[in-house]
């Protein structure tokens, strides 16, 4: 399993950033697919969960209805947009795959992450 985050960098408030996960090694369409961040001395944090099919998406209520998880299951990606983004969004965003069968969230594997700073 390989996941592979990019698309994170320095934006100012209230901008946007897309985030992308590209997933190899395994079969991408039977996972359910996350997004988490952690920021310096907290736990890491769900962001966003994604069906295998893509037709049951959770937010956490921070990101709620600023933040957007899609996936394509023919490229083996998986995305998160990010709007109206906020200093308090500053973190490393992390990409997680899991079996799409009960498993536990923070279970499976995970990527190395992008660091998405949010200042003036």
């Known amino acids: 399993v390989q996941l592979v985050e990019s698309g994170g960098g320095l934006v100012q408030p209230g901008g946007s950033l897309r985030l992308s996960c590209a997933a190899s090694g395994f079969t991408f369409s039977y996972y359910r697919m996350s997004w988490a961040r952690q920021q310096p001395g907290k736990e890491r944090e769900l962001v966003a969960e994604?069906?295998?099919?893509?037709?049951?998406?959770n937010y956490a209520n921070s990101v709620k209805g600023r933040f957007t998880i899609s996936r394509d299951n023919g490229g083996k990606t998986v995305y998160l947009e990010m709007n109206s983004l906020k200093p308090e969004d500053t973190a490393v965003y992390l990409c997680n795959a899991r079996l799409d069968d009960g498993s536990p969230w923070g279970s499976g594997s995970w990527g190395q992450g992008t660091q998405v700073t949010v200042s003036s």
């Open positions: 994604i069906s295998s099919t893509g037709t049951t998406i």
